[in-house]
């Protein structure tokens, strides 16, 4: 089965600042890989997606992901952290089922602090 | 063009009751699946329905059942409620023929058991 890591339950960082939230994967085949944002009592949001394009992704609202295969990692970053930015950041990977059906697998996420 | 829309947002149940959720996937997606989302953690797969049949299932319990419409909206129903049933529950819509693994989520379902 397919699994992801994200370390670092909770990330601070002070507006303005680099924003780094790491995530690594486990699969055996090509994985699909997802980042996703949660506002306070909202669903998921997508931010972005690699599926064995381009190894940098860009996403919405400045944020990008590097997929490194060497490093089974999938870090998303935003080079300038924004006041709205902070939520709960999920990492995930599609699981493919077979027969059309697939299922993410989500990390534990990482809650993201902006500070003036 | 609407996403996915859950019903009801927010609902409190005792012990021992049976709550029913919906849904309605985004237009033009065929596949739904559920998700429970426990405070504090990732959202864990329940199962997912295409052609009105449940296909693929989590590692949950058989109190957890859903079905599917011929709209392709769903149901997920939880019978004999547990106080660790409580959990924002998300349901998730795809085309079924693009195999790229996205999943479109509603606001979900917040259900507190007593």
């Known amino acids: 089965a397919q699994s992801v890591t994200q370390l670092g339950s909770h990330v601070s960082v002070s507006e303005g600042a680099l924003v780094l939230l790491r995530c690594n994967y486990s699969?055996?085949?090509?994985?699909?890989l997802f980042w996703y944002v949660q506002y306070p009592n909202q669903g998921l949001q997508l931010l972005l997606k690699y599926t064995s394009a381009a190894t940098l992704v860009k996403g919405i609202n400045g944020f990008e992901a590097e997929f490194k295969k060497s490093e089974t990692s999938f870090h998303l970053t935003k080079p300038s952290a924004h006041m709205s930015d902070a939520a709960e950041y999920f990492c995930?990977?599609?699981?493919?089922?077979?027969?059309?059906?697939?299922?993410?697998?989500f990390g534990t996420g990482t809650q993201l602090k902006v500070e003036l | 063009d609407a996403g996915v829309t859950q019903s009801p947002t927010h609902l409190i149940k005792t012990r021992g009751q049976q709550v029913t959720l919906r849904c309605s996937p985004k237009?033009?997606?065929?596949?739904v699946s559920w998700y429970q989302q426990a405070l504090g953690q990732g959202p864990q797969f329940i199962f997912q329905?295409?052609?009105?049949?449940?296909?693929q299932r989590g590692n949950f319990p058989d109190r957890f059942s859903g079905h599917q419409f011929p709209n392709y909206s769903s149901e997920l129903n939880v019978n004999a409620l547990l106080l660790g049933d409580s959990a924002l529950y998300l349901c998730a819509s795809r085309p079924r023929d693009r195999d790229t693994g996205e999943l479109f989520f509603g606001e979900g379902s917040r259900l507190t058991v007593l």
């Open positions: 699969s055996s085949v090509p994985p699909y």
């Open positions: 237009s033009g997606h065929d596949t």
């Open positions: 995930a990977v599609s699981d493919n089922l077979g027969g059309g059906g697939n299922k993410l697998t």
């Open positions: 329905y295409y052609e009105e049949e449940e296909r």
